[in-house]
């Protein structure tokens, strides 16, 4: 038994190794949608979250950019029409504020690894 258990694990590790991947349902996937928030100027990106919501506004997701860089990833596990939305701190401008997805699994920006990014714009004071 204990020779069987080692042969199934090595054939594990070879097809892993071998870039095989097991077999999924066609409505099964997990996808990363990332990109930056950019600036041409110092800012605190740990101060802005990304959120994605659903065409109807219920939020899925939510995360914070690395303070590094302005680098955000968010994982999708379901097709469907979604909102990508940049929620900085009160005053401070991006475009776009928002981007809408169509994840088909197939063709879409977040399927095929493209980035979408935030661009800073400037800043607003009241008072």
């Given at each position: 038994?204990?020779a069987?258990?080692?042969?199934?694990?090595?054939?594990?590790?070879?097809?892993?190794?071998?870039?095989?991947?097991?077999?999924?349902?066609?409505?099964?996937?997990v996808?990363?949608?990332?990109?930056?928030?950019?600036?041409?100027?110092?800012?605190?990106?740990?101060l802005?979250?990304?959120?994605?919501?659903?065409?109807?506004?219920?939020?899925?997701?939510?995360?914070?950019?690395?303070?590094?860089?302005?680098?955000?990833?968010?994982?999708?596990?379901?097709?469907?029409?979604?909102?990508?939305?940049?929620e900085?701190?009160?005053?401070?401008?991006?475009?776009?504020?928002?981007?809408?997805?169509?994840v088909?699994?197939?063709?879409?920006?977040c399927?095929k690894?493209?980035?979408?990014?935030?661009?800073?714009?400037?800043?607003?004071?009241?008072?």
């Amino acid at each position: 038994i204990l020779a069987g258990g080692l042969a199934v694990v090595a054939a594990t590790v070879l097809l892993l190794l071998s870039g095989v991947e097991p077999a999924r349902g066609s409505e099964d996937i997990v996808v990363g949608c990332g990109g930056f928030v950019k600036s041409d100027v110092e800012i605190n990106y740990s101060l802005i979250e990304i959120k994605l919501y659903t065409k109807h506004g219920t939020l899925k997701y939510q995360t914070d950019c690395a303070p590094n860089n302005g680098y955000f990833m968010i994982p999708l596990y379901d097709k469907g029409d979604f909102i990508l939305k940049i929620e900085p701190p009160l005053g401070w401008s991006f475009e776009p504020t928002t981007v809408e997805l169509y994840v088909d699994g197939v063709s879409d920006i977040c399927t095929k690894g493209g980035d979408i990014n935030f661009v800073f714009t400037g800043f607003s004071v009241n008072g």
